[in-house]
């Protein structure tokens, strides 16, 4: 079974940061192509950032040089450094794992992140 278990999230005060882990079980984790995505209320779920099993990495314009996505094989997991946060960054954010080969693709079931003073 295939599980993609998200923590780190919560309320920080607008320049603040948190770190997103999301640890995977259930698959070959350096096989897959992980990623974050986040979901605003009354909007789309949208790309945030990317991380493929090479290590190179894709990111939102709306989060370059503020956010990093970073892999650990060996605890099967990816993270998600968010620095310099705004109150647009107010989201669920959901961790994703997508088999290039096989073509499966599996999501956490999300975390809530507020960024507000």
């Known amino acids: 079974q295939v599980q993609l278990v998200e923590s780190g999230g919560g309320l920080v005060q607008p320049g603040g940061s948190l770190r997103l882990s999301c640890a995977a079980s259930g698959i070959m984790f350096r096989a897959y192509d992980m990623g974050w995505y986040r979901q605003a209320p009354g909007k789309q779920r949208e790309l945030v950032a990317t991380m493929q099993s090479g290590g190179s990495t894709n990111y939102a314009d709306s989060v370059k040089g503020r956010f990093t996505i970073s892999g650990d094989n060996a605890k099967n997991s990816v993270y998600l450094q968010m620095n310099s946060l705004k109150p647009e960054d107010t989201a669920v954010y959901y961790c994703?794992?997508?088999?290039?080969?096989?073509?499966?693709?599996?999501w956490g079931q999300g975390i809530q992140v507020t960024v507000s003073s």
């Open positions: 994703k794992a997508h088999g290039p080969w096989s073509g499966n693709t599996y």
